[in-house]
Every structure is written in structure tokens, then in C-alpha cells.
């Protein structure tokens, strides 16, 4: 089928769902989700506190880190709020005492054999949303089996996966350049949409999202400040953190994925707007406005 050039894709309008986040005045923790965020491997560990600190800050009701790095594998006096744990070699076994309601993989991940036991155990974890970004990507790209899982677990449970790839990790999972996803993002999201049976953002300039069952819309908002390590980290603790909380308050992933990709860039316009940036804006700076854009949007 002919996809439409950019100016004709629907933009993207979500921000009016964050209204059904509004918490009743009896809510506990419990509402807002379990949120487990796997990744961290040595020299990588930033990549998910920065997602960690995201999904705190954006309303998880608890936020697990399961960091692959021994040596930041400790809670953190900065943000205490953070389960920090070490990873287990018995990922299956793990993921079955903390009964997780949403996981997030990829943050910092690495390529180790830890890493890959902990993809596969995610994969085969029913059930409840996933969000899969950064080297778990390019894992699933090297590695057919970990496609095979995926695509797999989204026929068992349509609709309870989004992938969160760059124009580089995009590429991998099509085996092409990013030359050439750039060359037609349209195409690119509907590959990767084919390709895996999820729901797909493909970040970048004007952020494009579609799903098996949603059409593409396109994110407006957003600008080059947002060209900084540890952004992507950032929506993909949002969006965990949204997704979470939507279990309880009726926004499924898809609705999730959609605000959380809009209060993303909208937030990183704001802070310009304040001439916060765009050189030297930073992707915790954008946790601290998603935070406040959220909850004057209750």
C-alpha cells in the first residue's frame, strides 16, 4: 500500500488522555504499577537510572532497577526511591517472585550472555506491556530466536509490546543503513511494524508511531536539543511509567506510547521556550518538565 509523504500523516494528539491519570483520593501504590526497568551493564549503568528516574518521576507506583553492573547495583543515596538490585542469572525465576505489571529492557543492556537471558525470560513473560528499546533491539536484530519470541508472545497478547528504536537500531532489525531509513521513515515504521507484530515508535526529527491496528501519526513537537545520550532512556521510563499507571486508570499501551512520545518532545520545546537549550538541554531536565507538563494536563 502507498504510505502518505510526512505533511499528510495525522499529527499526533494524546496529551487530553493524561486526564484519566488523575488519581482518585484513596489511590495507593498498587494503582499506579509495579515498574521493572532491566539493563545497566558495566560502563552502561546511566543509561537505567536515567530510565528509572523517568518512570519515578513520571508516576510509577514502584520502580525496580535490575542493573547488570555489580558495581552500581546498590540503592543510591541521590534517589533512594530506586529499587537498585543485581541481576540474577535466573531471570525466569526472578521475574516470577517480583510479579512485575510492566517490563522495560534494553536501557544500557549490553550483548552478554547475562543480557541474553534476561531477553529471552522477558520474552516468554506473559501477559502484561513490554517495552523493548537500545540493545535489547539490536539483540532481537542478531539473534532470530529472540524475533521468534517476540512475534511469538504478540500473537499470544496483540497489543502488549512497543518498540522504541533509532534510525542505527531501526536499520539493524531491517538490516539496511540508517541512510535509508532516513530516506523513508514512513516505509521504515511499517517494515518494522510487519516485521514484528508491535507497536512501533520510530524516534528521530517528527517522531513517527503506528501499531498492527493503529494508523501513523506523527509527533510535531520536538527539536535538536533532544540530540543527546540518555534521551531515548528517558522516554522509555516514561512510557513504562504511563503504561503502568494506565492499567488501573484505562489507557492501554498503545494511548501509553502515544503521550508518552508527546509529552517527551513537548516538554523538550518548553524548556527552549525558556531558553533552556537546545545546547547543553539535558534528558533530566526533561524528566522535571514531563513531570510538571503531566500534572498541569490532570
Not at 493524561?18 to 551493564?41: F, T
Amino acid at each position: 500500500m502507498p504510505f502518505p509523504s510526512h505533511p499528510a500523516t495525522p499529527p499526533l494528539d494524546s496529551l487530553a488522555l493524561i486526564r484519566r491519570l488523575k488519581r482518585a483520593p484513596a489511590e495507593h501504590k498498587g494503582h499506579a504499577g509495579k515498574v521493572l526497568l532491566i539493563g545497566g551493564a558495566p560502563g552502561m549503568a546511566g543509561a537505567l537510572i536515567l530510565a528509572g528516574n523517568a518512570a519515578l518521576h513520571l508516576g510509577a507506583g514502584w520502580t525496580i532497577l535490575e542493573m547488570l553492573d555489580p558495581a552500581t547495583a546498590h540503592a543510591s543515596s541521590e534517589q533512594a526511591e530506586l529499587m537498585v538490585r543485581l541481576a540474577s542469572f535466573d531471570a525466569k525465576d526472578q521475574l516470577q517472585k517480583t510479579a512485575p505489571d510492566l517490563i522495560a529492557i534494553g536501557p544500557g543492556l549490553g550483548f552478554s550472555a547475562l543480557a541474553k537471558e534476561w531477553l529471552g525470560a522477558v520474552l516468554q513473560y506473559p501477559q502484561i506491556p513490554l517495552v523493548i528499546d537500545a540493545d535489547a533491539l539490536n539483540l532481537i536484530a542478531d539473534t532470530p530466536q529472540f524475533l521468534d519470541l517476540l512475534k511469538q508472545r504478540n500473537l499470544e497478547f496483540p497489543g502488549m509490546s512497543v518498540l522504541t528504536p533509532h534510525p542505527g537500531e531501526a536499520a539493524n532489525l531491517l538490516n539496511t543503513t540508517a541512510q535509508t531509513i532516513q530516506a523513508d521513515r514512513l516505509g521504515a515504521l511499517m517494515k518494522l511494524v510487519d516485521l514484528t507484530h508491535s507497536i512501533v515508535v520510530l524516534k528521530g526529527q517528527h517522531s513517527l508511531i503506528a501499531s498492527p491496528t493503529q494508523p501513523v501519526l506523527l509527533c510535531q513537537q520536538g527539536n535538536p536539543g533532544m540530540a543527546v545520550g540518555g534521551m531515548g532512556d528517558v522516554l522509555t521510563g516514561s512510557v513504562s511509567a504511563i503504561a503502568a499507571q494506565g492499567i488501573a486508570h484505562h489507557i492501554d499501551l498503545w494511548e501509553a506510547s502515544c503521550i508518552g512520545v508527546q509529552l517527551h518532545a513537548t516538554a523538550a520545546d518548553s524548556l527552549v521556550a525558556k531558553q533552556v537549550g537546545p545546547i547543553g538541554l539535558t534528558p533530566t531536565e526533561v524528566i522535571f518538565e514531563m513531570r510538571s507538563l503531566l500534572n498541569k494536563l490532570l
